[in-house]
C-alpha cells in the first residue's frame, strides 16, 4: 500500500497513513516541529492557537486510550474541536455502513479525521472516499500500521541517542500481529540506523521478514548483543487465535525482559514500549519502572508528535 | 539614516527614560526572535538586566498560519515560569505592521497576567494595521509598501533596505 495519497503535488503531507512512501526529510521535518511543541508543555496555558476554529473527530472503531488520549490532548492543545467517537456509542452498530458514517460527518464540517479501525487499510479507504479538504489520521489499522506510534518513538530515541546512523534496534516480541513493529521497522530503515533486528519465536514472526530490512534472532540472550535501543512489543492475546505459544509463563521464561537479560545489551540501552504492557509477560516490572526504561516519556512524546503531525497536515494545502 | 549605532544609543535613551516613567521594577527583558533577540542582548547589556534574557518565538502564534503553514525548527520559547506580575520590556527590530506584537503579546499573556508591557524596537515604519504602537524607538521611518526593512546579524549587526519587486 505504497501510495502518494499521502503527500499533496507539493510533496507536503495530507494525510499520515503509513510510513511508506515517504521520505527521510519528511521524516525529520515531522521530528523537528514536534521539538517546537515541547516547549508548550512550560506554559501556564498548554495550547497555542494554531487550529483554532478546525474540527477534528476521533474516529475509534477499536478500543484504546493512550494513543486517544493523546491524541484528543494534541487536538485540543493546538486549539482545535474535537470530538471522540467509540464504534460502541455509534450508529454503525445500528447498521450504518463506514462511508455513510463519513459523509454524515463530513455534513457537519469536519476537517480532520483520526481513524483507528480492526481492519488493515480502513484509514487509507477514508482518505480515498472524503472529502478533498478533509485530512485523515492513522491512530492503526488492524495489522497494517500505527505511523504515529512509531514516529513518536523516533522522537524519544533521537531525543536520547541523538544519531540515528549508529544505532542498533532490537524489536523484541509478537512481530507477526504487530502494526506497532511495521511501522518501527519502516521508520528505523528510512532514518537510517545500523541495524533493526527483531527478536522472536519462529511462530510470531512473518513469513520473509529479512525482506522488511531486519536481521533476525530466535534468541533473547544472544540477539541482544551490542544493542542500544530495546522495543518490546505486548503479547496480543486478543489477536491470537491459534496456538502460537505454549503459555505465558513459558514466554516470559524465554522472551520476558528481566533485569538479567537486559544486562546483555549495552550498558546504557533504552527499554521502550508501545503499551500498554503485560507485566510478568513480556516485560518484568523491575525492568519496566527501571532507569533504563523511557516508556513513560514515550507516552509524553506522543502529545508532541501528534501535535506536529496534525499541523502539519492541516497547513495550507496548496493547488488543492 | 538607518546607521546602527547610533540607533541603538538612542533606544538605549529610550529605555532607560520610560524605565523611569513607567517605574519599571526589575523588569524581564523578552527579544523577538530572530532580530530582536540580537538588539534586546545588547539592551539588556547596557542596562544590566538581573533577569536572564526571555526569547519568543511566536510562530504557534502568528495570524497566517493558514497561508504559509507551520515551519519546522521552531525554536521553543524559553521564558521564566512566572511571568505573573512582572514587568516586561519587549524588544523587536522592526515595527510594521504590528501583527508580529500582536502574537507576542498573546503567546506572553499564555505564561501568565504581566503587570505592564513596554515595547521597544529599533525601527517604526509605517504600515500599522492594527492599533498598537510602540513605547519606545531608535528612530521612525517612511518607506514605500513594496520596500522592506531586514537586519543582518548576529555578529556585526546591519540594516538594509529591501525591494519586494525585485526579490520577486
Given at each position: 500500500m505504497?501510495d502518494?495519497l499521502?503527500l ?10 503509513t510510513?511508506?512512501?515517504?521520505n ?5 521535518e515531522?521530528?523537528?516541529t514536534a521539538?517546537?511543541f ?10 497555542v492557537p494554531?487550529l ?10 477499536e478500543?484504546s486510550?493512550?494513543t ?18 467509540s464504534?460502541?456509542t455509534s450508529?454503525?452498530?445500528k ?6 458514517t463519513?459523509?454524515n ?8 479525521f483520526v481513524v ?6 480502513a484509514?487509507h479507504f477514508i482518505a480515498?472516499h472524503t ?6 489520521i492513522?491512530a492503526g489499522?488492524g ?11 523516533m ?13 542498533r534496534?532490537?524489536?523484541i ?5 504487530s502494526?506497532v513493529?511495521r ?13 533493526v533486528?527483531?527478536?522472536a519465536?519462529?511462530?510470531l ?5 529479512e525482506?522488511?530490512?531486519v ?9 541482544l548483543?551490542d544493542i542500544d535501543?530495546i ?10 487465535s ?8 513459558e514466554y ?5 525482559l528481566t533485569?538479567d537479560?537486559?544486562k ?9 514500549h ?5 507485566r510478568g509477560?513480556e516485560?518484568?516490572?523491575?525492568v ?12 509524553s ?5 501528534r501535535?506536529?503531525i ?5 497547513q495550507k494545502q496548496?493547488?488543492? | 539614516m538607518?546607521?546602527?549605532?547610533v540607533?541603538l544609543?538612542?533606544l ?5 527614560r ?5 517605574r ?5 527583558m523578552i527579544?523577538?526572535r530572530?532580530g530582536g533577540?540580537w ?7 547596557r542596562l544590566?538586566?538581573n533577569d ?6 511566536i510562530?504557534?502564534y502568528?495570524?497566517?498560519f493558514s ?12 521564558l ?8 516586561i520590556?519587549?524588544i523587536?527590530?522592526v515595527?510594521?505592521?504590528g501583527?508580529?506584537?500582536?502574537a507576542?503579546?498573546n503567546?506572553i499573556?499564555d505564561?501568565?497576567?504581566?503587570d ?5 524596537v ?9 492599533p498598537?504602537?510602540p ?10 509598501a513594496?520596500?522592506r526593512i ?7 549587526l546591519a540594516?538594509h ?8
Amino acid at each position: 500500500m505504497s501510495d502518494n495519497l499521502q503527500l499533496n503535488p507539493e510533496g507536503k503531507l495530507k494525510h499520515f497513513l503509513t510510513i511508506e512512501g515517504l521520505n527521510k526529510s519528511l521524516l525529520q521535518e515531522i521530528l523537528d516541529t514536534a521539538e517546537s511543541f515541547i516547549g508548550i508543555n512550560d506554559q501556564q496555558i498548554k495550547k497555542v492557537p494554531l487550529l483554532r476554529g478546525k474540527t477534528i473527530v476521533n474516529l475509534f472503531f477499536e478500543n484504546s486510550t493512550r494513543t486517544r488520549t493523546t491524541f484528543e490532548l494534541a487536538a485540543k492543545r493546538l486549539s482545535a474541536d474535537v470530538l471522540s467517537m467509540s464504534i460502541s456509542t455509534s450508529s454503525t452498530s445500528k447498521g450504518e455502513s463506514l462511508l455513510d458514517t463519513i459523509r454524515n460527518l463530513e455534513a457537519m464540517f469536519v476537517d480532520m479525521f483520526v481513524v483507528r479501525h480492526a481492519i488493515s487499510g480502513a484509514a487509507h479507504f477514508i482518505a480515498q472516499h472524503t472529502a478533498p479538504h478533509i485530512s485523515v489520521i492513522n491512530a492503526g489499522d488492524g495489522q497494517h500500521a500505527h505511523p504515529t506510534q512509531a514516529m513518536l518513538d523516533m522522537f524519544t530515541i533521537r531525543q536520547i541517542k541523538k544519531d540515528f546512523s549508529r544505532l542498533r534496534v532490537a524489536i523484541i516480541g509478537d512481530i507477526l500481529h504487530s502494526r506497532v513493529a511495521r511501522s518501527e521497522i519502516q521508520a528505523l530503515n528510512m532514518l537510517g540506523v545500523a541495524e533493526v533486528r527483531v527478536i522472536a519465536p519462529k511462530t510470531l514472526l512473518p513469513a520473509h521478514v529479512e525482506s522488511l530490512g531486519v536481521t533476525v534472532s530466535h534468541n533473547l540472550t544472544e540477539g541482544l548483543a551490542d544493542i542500544d535501543v530495546i522495543i518490546m512489543l505486548r503479547l496480543q492475546k486478543e489477536r491470537m487465535s491459534s496456538a502460537l505459544l505454549p503459555s505465558e509463563s513459558e514466554y516470559f521464561k524465554c522472551f520476558g525482559l528481566t533485569e538479567d537479560t537486559l544486562k546483555n545489551a549495552k550498558p546504557d540501552a533504552i527499554v521502550m514500549h508501545p503499551g500498554p504492557i503485560n507485566r510478568g509477560v513480556e516485560i518484568d516490572s523491575k525492568v519496566a519502572d527501571g532507569p533504563q526504561s523511557v516508556i513513560l516519556k514515550q507516552v509524553s512524546n506522543g502529545i508532541a508528535i501528534r501535535m506536529a503531525i496534525m499541523a502539519m497536515a492541516m497547513q495550507k494545502q496548496g493547488s488543492l | 539614516m538607518l546607521e546602527i549605532d547610533v540607533l541603538l544609543d538612542k533606544l538605549e535613551a529610550e529605555l532607560r527614560r520610560v524605565i523611569i516613567e513607567r517605574r519599571l521594577d526589575n523588569p524581564l527583558m523578552i527579544g523577538i526572535r530572530t532580530g530582536g533577540v540580537w538588539i534586546a542582548e545588547i539592551m539588556h547589556q547596557r542596562l544590566k538586566i538581573n533577569d536572564p534574557l526571555g526569547l519568543l518565538d511566536i510562530s504557534f502564534y502568528r495570524d497566517d498560519f493558514s497561508q504559509i503553514g507551520v515551519h519546522p525548527n521552531v525554536k521553543p520559547s524559553q521564558l521564566p515560569r512566572q511571568m505573573e506580575g512582572r514587568d516586561i520590556i519587549l524588544i523587536d527590530d522592526v515595527f510594521y505592521t504590528g501583527r508580529t506584537i500582536r502574537a507576542a503579546l498573546n503567546e506572553i499573556f499564555d505564561y501568565g497576567r504581566p503587570d505592564q508591557v513596554v515595547l521597544a524596537v529599533l525601527i517604526e515604519r509605517n504600515g500599522r494595521q492594527i492599533p498598537l504602537s510602540p513605547d519606545c524607538v531608535g528612530t521612525r521611518t517612511t518607506l514605500n509598501a513594496h520596500q522592506r526593512i531586514k537586519l543582518t546579524g548576529p555578529d556585526s549587526l546591519a540594516i538594509h533596505l529591501q525591494n519586494m519587486d525585485a526579490v520577486a
